[in-house]
């Protein structure tokens, strides 16, 4: 008999806590996404998605104990969606500018491999995302094999002139350069596969 009104009252609690959560971290979820995606329908498609995902969350009485890292989790995961679905739209993604890879050099460089800084926020967003990923990942490299990736990779040292400037043999220095990249492939794999 007293289950119409505790499943009443249930619901009307819950709307007053969710309308809380819209108001306390709306505008800031807002501005979090615009910051993040150039086309301002976009930027509110994403937020309404978001919040949509928050009710039907706390509808089927799933908790969410920190609802403002909850709704800024959800967001970024969204704006890395949108953008991954561009990638793959040829018609959709913005040219790139500046000179293309020069395949006479055989080998692409990191610039080649991430998204233009000039792209868009979104793209902009992701490039800040895989460059921090590959800092944490190189932070957890030894010395040896991380000053070796360093100055062949991003500085373009070649190894003979890195066996002068330390004394080591090349072969040392292709062996510690082929440790740091399988760490660094292990280690970036997951965060590669979410931008594919």
């Not at 007293?2 to 505008?27: C, H, K, L, N, Y």
């Not at 301002?40 to 309404?48: N, S």
């Not at 040829?90 to 233009?116: F, M, N, T, V």
């Amino acid at each position: 008999m007293d289950a119409a009104p505790t499943m009443d009252w249930m619901t009307i609690e819950q709307d007053r806590r969710i309308s809380a959560v819209f108001q306390d971290q709306g505008a800031r979820l807002r501005n979090f996404i615009r910051k993040r995606v150039a086309d301002p329908a976009d930027a509110e498609d994403i937020l309404q998605e978001v919040f949509y995902e928050f009710v039907q969350a706390y509808r089927l009485l799933q908790p969410i104990e920190q609802a403002g890292a909850w709704l800024f989790r959800v967001a970024r995961n969204r704006i890395v969606d949108r953008f991954r679905r561009r990638r793959h739209d040829p018609l959709s993604a913005p040219l790139r500018a500046g000179p293309a890879p020069d395949p006479a050099a055989g080998r692409l460089s990191l610039e080649d491999l991430l998204p233009a800084p000039d792209a868009g926020p979104e793209a902009a967003y992701a490039r800040s995302l895989l460059l921090a990923e590959l800092a944490h990942a190189l932070d957890e490299l030894p010395e040896e094999q991380r000053s070796v990736f360093v100055a062949h990779e991003l500085e373009g040292r070649s190894f003979s002139q890195l066996a002068a400037q330390t004394g080591l043999s090349v072969n040392t220095l292709l062996s510690r350069k082929h440790y740091a990249v399988l760490h660094l492939r292990r280690r970036l794999r997951e965060i590669y596969n979410e931008f594919q």
